[in-house]
């Protein structure tokens, strides 16, 4: 079992910054790639980024490449999501999840674990 809970979550204007983190327990977490959803109100989870269990290559859904960075310290059971040049249509619930592997996956079935979210909030 692994257990995730994010934190950073909160009302921001767009063009802010924001920086979530998903800190990970149980099973070892460097075993694991790990990724970032978002649910808005309404519409399916959307894949936001993942991360390789090593931290070495990384993937970004078209709709955030170039404004969100996805990290990750294996020292810390962390990952991070960075989300610069935020956007109205950024607001939504976000979540942390670990794969059932260390390959980098970016579809939610291929994800074995989830953490319960964060609300993020952008307003115009």
């Known amino acids: 079992q692994v257990q995730l809970v994010e934190s950073g979550g909160g009302l921001v204007q767009a063009g802010g910054s924001l920086r979530l983190s998903c800190a990970a327990s149980?099973?070892?977490?460097?075993?694991?790639?790990m990724g970032w959803f978002r649910q808005a109100p309404g519409k399916e989870r959307e894949f936001v980024a993942a991360i390789s269990w090593s931290g070495g290559v990384t993937k970004y859904g078209d709709s955030v490449k170039g404004r969100f960075t996805i990290s990750r310290d294996n020292a810390k059971n962390t990952v991070y999501l960075q989300m610069n040049s935020l956007k109205a249509e950024d607001t939504a619930v976000y979540y942390c999840a670990a794969a059932n592997g260390i390959v980098l996956v970016t579809t939610t079935d291929e994800y074995a674990y989830w953490g319960q979210g964060t609300q993020v909030t952008v307003s115009s």
């Open positions: 149980g099973r070892t977490f460097r075993r694991f790639a």
